[in-house]
């Protein structure tokens, strides 16, 4: 038994090893900001919200709603080193609510395709306006964003259908049950959208570090579409993810994050290359090894 001890005391140490060499920017840090954009409200700012989400919803299309909402995140990047940007760079944001259940994000009707999920994009740090205030943005003010009160089309597109000036597509993420515990995803569990090096992100931030305010903005909205088979499970549905000013965090009794604080960010937006807060139970495990490791020497 204790061998078994000193071995996750070395993992312990080990893990203290890599923090030091880690690094995390939140949307709390200088520069940052998180804020949701709803197209149907376009003079309407929600910068002081305790969430943030996407949806799609027309009532063109048989919807009892017009909507469409996305997610703008702004990091400050004047810290992120060379040496970071050498290797793996994620895109990090947490569940908010208990109501993710994988009828929400896997689809359900013939023909099955694969689950829904994000897409990213990069705001170009030298579009004007890219250091935008969070309690200044509204969708008719933020750069890269199109108010045309066509809720079948997303507001990242302009009236031709093509890409707003500014914006770079990055990727898409779609939902997995990594996090499925009670019939959902766990509040406060990860949804990560991890990029190698060499990624339009790791040229972005350097772009960015170039500029005079060194901050790059992603865009985040849901993959899918308004017009789409899965109706009454995707559609003008919340999908939530916790900004920083979510604190504490939701309950959720079969989550090991529920009911957590966020006064350290460990749950807002963030670029990072540290793997997720561990759960308690692990953190407790690993402070005993560590503990007796010391013992033992």
């Keep these: 038994m204790k061998r078994v001890f000193v071995l996750v005391g070395l993992a312990a140490v080990a893990m203290l090893v890599t923090d030091a060499e880690a ?52 990091f400050g990047v004047a810290g992120i080193t060379t040496a970071d940007l050498l290797g793996d760079i994620t895109v990090r944001t947490t569940y908010r609510n208990t109501n993710l259940a994988p009828s929400r994000y896997q689809d359900m009707t013939d023909p099955i395709g694969p689950n829904t999920g994000w897409d990213y994009y990069l705001l170009d740090p030298t579009t004007a306006g890219a250091n935008w205030d969070e309690l200044a943005i509204t969708p008719s003010t933020a750069p890269g964003c199109y108010v045309d009160g ?17 914006l770079n597509y990055l990727g898409r993420q779609l939902y997995d049950d990594d996090d499925l515990r009670g019939g959902h ?46 109706t009454t499970q995707w559609i003008n549905f919340n999908y939530l993810f916790n900004p920083k000013e979510m604190d504490p965090l939701n309950a959720d009794a079969t989550s090991p994050w529920g009911g957590m604080s966020n006064a350290n960010d460990d749950f807002s937006p963030m670029l990072t290359n540290e793997p997720h807060i561990p759960e308690p139970a692990t953190m407790a495990l690993l402070a005993l090894g560590g503990l007796l490791l010391g013992k033992k020497r």
Aim: aromatic fraction near 6%; avoid cysteine.
């Design 150 to 166: 066509d809720y079948t089309t997303k507001p990242i597109y302009d009236f031709l259908g093509d890409l707003n000036p500014g």
């Design 23 to 74: 690094f995390r920017v939140t949307t709390a840090d200088t520069g940052g900001a998180d804020v949701e954009l709803r197209e149907e409200s376009p003079t309407s700012n929600r910068g002081t919200n305790t969430e943030i989400a996407s949806r799609v919803s027309a009532k063109s299309l048989g919807a009892s709603y017009d909507h469409q909402a996305l997610i703008y995140l702004k």
């Design 185 to 230: 995803l766990s509040v406060g569990g990860a949804f990560d959208f991890t990029l190698g090096a060499g990624s339009l992100l790791h040229q972005m931030i350097e772009a960015a570090q170039g500029t005079d305010h060194q901050t790059l903005t992603i865009v985040m909205v849901i993959a899918h579409e308004a017009d789409n088979d899965n």
